[in-house]
Nanobody
């Protein structure tokens, strides 16, 4: 399993912004798509955004489309999730995952296999 490390979570007021990072430890992300997943308190984990290995294809869940932006750095070691206009419903733990077998377009994000998960970073949106 590949090791991923998330960071950037914290407490933010409604309407605020955070940028989460998903960093590869000991490898580069050249061949891997990255997905961000959100687990709200007491709920199932759900996918919110994905980016292909090339960075060309991205996917956003309806709940975050227009508010979140996924990107990857040129060094191919980190994927970011810029989160704007945050609401209390965005509260929860955010995980990133890597996959070398995927299908991503604007309408879907499918990981046929997952090669690694991060430990998660907590986002709390509250006044």
């Amino acid at each position: 399993q590949l090791q991923l490390v998330e960071s950037g979570g914290g407490l933010v007021q409604p309407g605020g912004s955070l940028r989460l990072s998903c960093e590869a430890s000991g490898f580069t992300l050249d061949w891997y798509a990255i997905g961000w997943f959100h687990q709200a308190p007491g709920k199932e984990r759900e996918g919110v955004s994905c980016i292909s290995s090339s960075g060309i294809s991205t996917y956003y869940a309806d709940s975050v489309n227009g508010r979140f932006t996924i990107s990857r750095d040129s060094a191919k070691t980190t994927v970011y999730l810029q989160m704007d206009s945050l609401s209390p419903e965005d509260t929860g733990v955010y995980y990133c995952a890597a996959s070398s077998s995927f299908d991503i377009n604007a309408n879907r994000c499918v990981f046929r296999a997952t090669d690694g998960w991060g430990q998660g970073t907590l986002v709390t949106v509250s006044s």
